[in-house]
């Protein structure tokens, strides 16, 4: 559940993790590597540590390196107010998130998706996505027998079929005893 004064379709991309230069500028955190949404969206919403929630209307980010970003915020003139955001949570509409080609998903929208294979064998739910370095990786959990068990179905063509967001399914190559 998110906390109140957040967008109802809000997604955490990030926080705040300093201040950057004397002007007020945002050092930032992405929890991407390819952060899209930071770049295209201009209102972020800040869940500061005391869990009060700030808009921020963005002027200007860029990468910084590292895989930082720094931002520069409307009404964010000195370092002191930078440095009193240190440690605020980040969000985004998902709404405002910048569309995608076909075949190309957000990683959100695919978390809570059933898995079924080929014959029709439901596999779990999408619980999590994770980067292996050389591909992503869906994490899906079921209950089995009484017992939760953990899938992880490479996000690659060989072994997804088809992603049905509207349906709310994955179609994969993959046999429930892998």
Not at 17 to 36: F, H, M, T
Not at 66 to 92: E, H, I, N, P, T
């Amino acid at each position: 559940m998110l906390p109140a004064g957040l967008p109802e379709d809000a997604v955490e991309l990030g926080r705040v993790r300093d201040a950057w230069g004397v002007r007020g500028a945002l050092k930032i955190l992405p929890y991407s590597a390819s952060p899209e949404a930071l770049f295209s969206c201009r209102c972020w919403h800040a869940l500061l540590p005391d869990g009060s929630v700030q808009p921020l209307h963005i002027t200007q980010v860029r990468a910084a390196g590292s895989g930082d970003l720094v931002a520069s915020v409307q009404g964010v003139q000195d370092r002191d107010a930078a440095l009193a955001l240190k440690g605020a949570r980040l969000f985004v509409p998902r709404a405002d998130f910048p569309a995608l080609p076909e075949g190309e998903y957000y990683w959100v929208d695919l978390i809570g998706l059933r898995v079924l294979n080929r014959e029709g064998v439901e596999l779990g739910e999408v619980r999590d996505v994770m980067d292996n370095g050389a591909q992503a990786v869906l994490i899906v959990r079921a209950i089995e027998h009484g017992k939760e068990r953990e899938r992880l179905i490479p996000f690659v063509g060989v072994y997804i079929d088809e992603v049905r967001l509207d349906a709310g399914t994955i179609a994969v190559d993959w046999q429930p005893d892998y």
